[in-house]
């Protein structure tokens, strides 16, 4: 930015630290756009990329008060935005890993499964089955099994009794079985991870 526009920005920020929403609306209007196409660069999905945009927004307004701009708003936006899309790969990364356990593991040979050509199809089958269940029953499922939290945790966190959490996880499990019985899945007794103990 020129000079002008520097000073029209700091405008700007010092109404966003007094709690002005017209001036992070004028932010955002500024900004969001090119965020977005930063994200959508290194993510290749435009619903993640908007869910970064308006995570980085969030924490913006969140911390509006102690904002400290060290070179330019942008600069500023951008490393937070970078810094939330090293993280979404990070968990991609580490659901993957889970993924890719879970299927070796429980393979009756280990070594045959290392080698099949289907085996990313594997994968796609548990991500599409997941995907299928109702919204509430998957969240609590990918909170047990991929988050690894306690039904109490859940519980706690969602606003639901400890059985509810248990009977969808129950459920899921179910549908999960039937998802793979029904594409014929062979060498798989089924996955460790997620029929070991509540």
Not at 190 to 196: D, E, G, M
Request: glycine residues 2%; positive net charge.
């Amino acid at each position: 930015m020129d000079s002008w526009d520097k000073n029209i920005e700091i405008k700007i920020i010092n109404g966003l630290r007094k709690g002005s929403l017209s001036s992070f609306q004028r932010l955002f209007e500024i900004f969001s756009k090119p965020l977005f196409q930063f994200c959508l660069n290194y993510l290749k999905s435009a619903e993640e990329a908007e869910d970064v945009v308006q995570e980085v927004f969030l924490k913006v307004w969140e911390k509006r008060e102690t904002i400290v701009i060290n070179s330019s708003f942008k600069s500023y936006l951008f490393t937070i935005a970078l810094n939330s899309v090293r993280k979404h790969f990070i968990q991609l990364a580490k659901e993957n890993q889970i993924k890719h356990d879970v299927l070796i593991e429980l393979s009756v040979d280990r070594k045959k499964l290392e080698v099949q050509n289907d085996y990313q199809d594997l994968l796609l089958l548990l991500e599409n089955s997941i995907k299928k269940m109702p919204s509430r029953r998957r969240e609590v499922f990918l909170k047990k099994k991929i988050e690894g939290k306690s039904l109490k945790e859940i519980a706690k966190e969602l606003g639901i009794k400890s059985k509810t959490v248990e009977y969808h996880i129950t459920e899921a499990m179910k549908f999960l079985k039937v998802e793979f019985k029904r594409k014929n899945i062979s060498g798989l007794v089924f996955f460790a991870l997620f029929i070991q103990e509540f």
